[in-house]
């Protein structure tokens, strides 16, 4: 579902944001969300959302099963705002889908945000990542309390790559969702051309993050 200003100028509170959901952390906590949430619930499609090349391949079911060794296209990156949503630049092209995760748990993901194609050294991580987490827990990683061992690792693994997972963005760990701190220097490290995204962290009230998406075990 394409999403622009005219769509989200209705919902905006008088802080100027528009609430995707209640200000509570994590997948199991979101309780509140108004009506324009509700309808994109109901309209997102997936490969409809964004282009298929982008996404249709990593929420194939089985997809890790069928993938060849060279094989990258099972992450998916995008800019995003899970929470609260600030006016969005209109360089881009802003989507709202619903992506399951958290493994056996079937937990919905509701965000706003933009693809962006990572480099290739940091899509090879992430696929790494992913693969490594499908079935993780036993299918039941649902956050980063679940399994602290995965957590960790997850947490060593991206800071060697110089990318960081604050609180906000730890809030919405689970499997088949990967966050990063969506800092300019992360920018930067995960993507080629994002001059035009730098400032969107400075806002303390409507932080994006940067999420890397695959398929979830169930």
Known sequence: MIIDETALAAYRDVDGLCHLRADMP???LY????????????????PRVVPQSALKPAFTHDHFSQLSDDDAMDVVALVAFTTRIPHLPITRAWV????????????????????????PAIKTAFRDIARANFFAFGGYFDGPDSDPETTAQYVK??????????????????ESVYPVDATPEALRICFDDVSDLLYLPQDERAKPLILFLSSNSD
């Not at 309780?31 to 997936?46: C, G, L, W």
């Not at 965000?111 to 194609?117: A, D, H, R, S």
């Open 31 to 46: 309780t509140d969300y108004p009506a324009f949430a509700a309808r994109t619930k109901q309209q997102a499609d997936m």
């Open 157 to 174: 693994t991206i800071q060697g790559l110089g990318l960081s997972c604050g609180p906000e963005a730890m809030n919405e760990l689970c």
């Open 96 to 119: 709202a889908l619903e992506h399951q995760c958290s493994g056996y748990l079937c937990h919905q993901l509701t965000l706003i945000g933009t693809v962006i194609e990572p480099k």
């Open 26 to 28: 994590g997948p199991m």
